[in-house]
């Protein structure tokens, strides 16, 4: 495929198999991912990888009781508001148990952390979907990036100073019957486009 035809026919991946990515694969994401676009070139993201079963599991618990904690308000994002219903029923599994979560840091004091953290995601998922691999993005931990909880959990990964959570991503192989993921296009019903000559 070109890559327009890998953009148009990215879709997320919510289901995933439980085997590891392979290194190769796996680490030509995360260069894509590096290989962003940052302001000022400041390259201030900062990858922290996660393939560890039991780690993944103690956050994916931690994130359900956390959010079990909470309520949820009238206006409030759809996708904030099923979090917390989910985790309130219990065993929310926040990152669709993916054997590999890599979450973005940036610092916090930096003005342009969730514009640098977008485009480093963006290009992992488009890498992803070239490899043929299934990647969702997770904004849970985003939601979260003042929980004490959360962010004492996550300090031991070797979060550094002033660095907060701006998004993740999930990613694996999908588990559908021929193990690729979804291609099919959604219709553009939204992003209106203003040509100005």
Known sequence: MNTLEIIKTRRSTRKFKPNAIESEDLNQIIEAGRYAP?????????????????????????VCQEFAKMEIVEGMYKSMASSI???????????????????????????????????????MMIM?????????????LKWLNENPVIVDYLSQ??????EKVYGALALGYPDTEDGKPNR???PRTGNKVTFVS
């Open 184 to 186: 099919t296009p959604l």
């Open 38 to 62: 940052s302001g000022g070139n400041s390259q201030t993201s900062h990858f922290i990888v996660i393939q560890n079963k039991e780690v993944l599991d103690q956050l994916a618990q931690l």
């Open 157 to 162: 990964f070797g979060v550094e100073k002033g």
């Open 128 to 140: 992803a979907s070239a490899k043929d691999l299934g990647s969702v993005w997770i904004n849970q």
């Open 85 to 123: 219903y989910q985790s309130k029923n219990g065993n929310y599994r926040f990152h669709y148990n993916a054997p590999c979560l890599i979450v973005m840091f940036n610092q916090e004091s930096y003005s342009n952390n969730i514009a640098d953290v977008s485009c480093c995601l963006e290009n």
